[in-house]
């Protein structure tokens, strides 16, 4: 195998010592530059895997060559040395491109990690998302101009391990980008380890992200890694994040920042090497605003935004869903994918989907079970906003209602009345209830709102 060679920037002797010592331990070969001219001379003269660059520099800083380097070599990872506890200079250099970040004085297990992992990018092509021979086994479905672009942001955010906010609605697929990332960058090869905060315990919560010694807390009868360690080398993807207690919010702002955690009875801190991408449906800027997350916590993961577009604004991408979905589902029970009408089509282009992608699929595996024959119909929907109306047809009362009556007036009572009975029936518990009505949680949460019954 090639030996890979890293560029090296620092004005103290002490520090690129350092550093080559380490690296040179590595089997790699470094280029040492003590200022910025120098290292722009080293990039035209030399083909580099990687470049370690001191953020304060004589003739410049780090933030300068990122740029420089984003430009003209925009294949080459690179990291930036800051000062210990500069974590603003650390977020604008990842803001700027950088691959990474260490903090002086420079742990050598973490930049180890470091360089590891930058390596294994610098190895694969920008174009390439997966390893010879391996297939692709998660797609972001679409050809609108959005869902375009949204891929294009995913292969980039790929090839960095600045912390992601993943914004959107309910259903838009966010973990879906999380996964791709993931699958897409160098840490491919360890775990991605998703959680969802909103479902652990408050009074768990530590033990399961950081670990606990046995005999630390009532019930500890043996040690327990947390999900920090258990995503070491990987990716930790923190879904609903907005729904993290203060108290837990500073413990994670700790551990991102020093990269390493300490476990519940434990005295010494333990490095992990973790890339975190964080999600919420919620809309944290005005959490933050209304001080129910850290302003320094949401500084530090939203690094780097990716909002992932409402089925609402691509309903171009409809179809494309609509015939890959039917096909997964056919194909699951052996049958041949059934089609839909052009009522039943329109009527889904025409759909709101307040769940979005992940509701159009359970729809469709709904109207796959009551449809009858090889075509699902617009009745077999069963959509809200034309269900009411369907099952009324059938009465002369409602025949008349319709043809006297202001229809809007009689969607609605009819709609929260329906919606009401359920929630009686589940004991107003939502999941429950949504489940009544055959439509998904978001879906229902949204007509709660809409009918005032939220």
Do not use: W
């Not at 004589?58 to 070599?73: A, M, R, S, T």
């Not at 119909?377 to 209602?401: R, T, Y």
């Amino acid at each position: 195998m090639k030996q890979s060679v890293v560029l090296i920037v620092d004005d103290e002797p002490d520090i690129l010592e350092l550093l080559a010592l380490t690296l040179e331990r590595m089997d790699i070969l470094c280029h040492p530059a003590k200022n910025l001219t120098d290292a722009k001379c080293l990039l035209k003269k030399h083909t580099f895997n990687l470049c370690l660059t001191d953020m304060r520099l004589p003739d410049g800083n780090g933030i300068d060559l990122v740029k420089h380097i984003q430009k003209y070599f925009s294949d080459l990872p690179v990291a930036v040395i800051t000062a210990h506890g500069s974590m603003v200079s650390a977020v604008e250099a990842l803001k700027a491109g950088a691959f990474d970040f260490v903090s002086k004085p420079v742990d050598l297990q973490v930049l180890r990690n470091l360089v590891q992992t930058a390596l294994k990018l610098s190895l694969v092509p920008a174009e390439k998302t997966v390893a010879v021979g391996e297939k692709p086994t998660l797609e972001l479905l679409g050809a609108s101009a959005v869902i375009q672009s949204t891929r294009s942001m995913i292969d980039k955010l790929a090839r960095s391990q600045a912390p992601v906010y993943i914004s959107g609605e309910s259903g838009s697929g966010k973990e879906l980008a999380a996964r791709l990332i993931h699958e897409k960058s160098a840490r491919r090869d360890f775990s991605f380890v998703p959680v969802n905060c909103g479902a652990i315990p408050q009074e768990l919560m530590e033990s399961e992200f950081f670990g606990h010694k046995k005999g630390s807390f009532t019930g500890a009868v043996s040690d327990k890694e947390g999900l920090f360690q258990a995503a070491s080398g990987g990716t930790l993807f923190l879904d609903e994040v907005a729904d993290l207690p203060l108290q837990m919010q500073v413990k994670l702002l700790r551990a991102i920042q020093e990269k390493a955690v300490r476990p519940v009875g434990e005295q010494k801190e333990q490095a992990v090497d973790v890339r975190i991408l964080c999600a919420t449906h919620k809309n944290l800027s005005k959490l933050v605003e209304d001080d129910c997350f850290r302003q320094d916590l949401f500084y530090r993961i939203n690094v780097i935004e990716l909002h992932m577009p409402s089925l609402r604004e691509r309903p171009e991408d409809i179809q494309l869903l609509v015939d890959y979905f039917l096909t997964r589902l056919a194909e699951a029970v052996n049958e041949v994918p059934p089609v839909l009408s052009e009522k039943a089509l329109a009527a889904l282009k025409s759909y709101i989907f307040p769940g979005n992608v992940r509701e159009l699929e359970n729809i469709l595996e709904r109207a796959m079970t009551l449809s009858e024959g090889e075509k699902i119909e617009l009745e077999d929907l069963q959509l809200p906003e034309f269900e009411a109306i369907v099952s009324d047809h059938h009465s002369d009362k409602a025949e008349q209602k319709i043809a006297t009556g202001n229809l809007d007036s009689m969607v609605y009572s009819v709609e929260k009345e329906t919606i009401i009975k359920a929630l009686e029936q589940a004991r107003y518990n939502k999941t429950a209830a949504a489940r009544i009505l055959g439509i998904s949680f978001g879906a229902l949460r949204y007509r709660l709102k809409k009918l005032d019954l939220a």
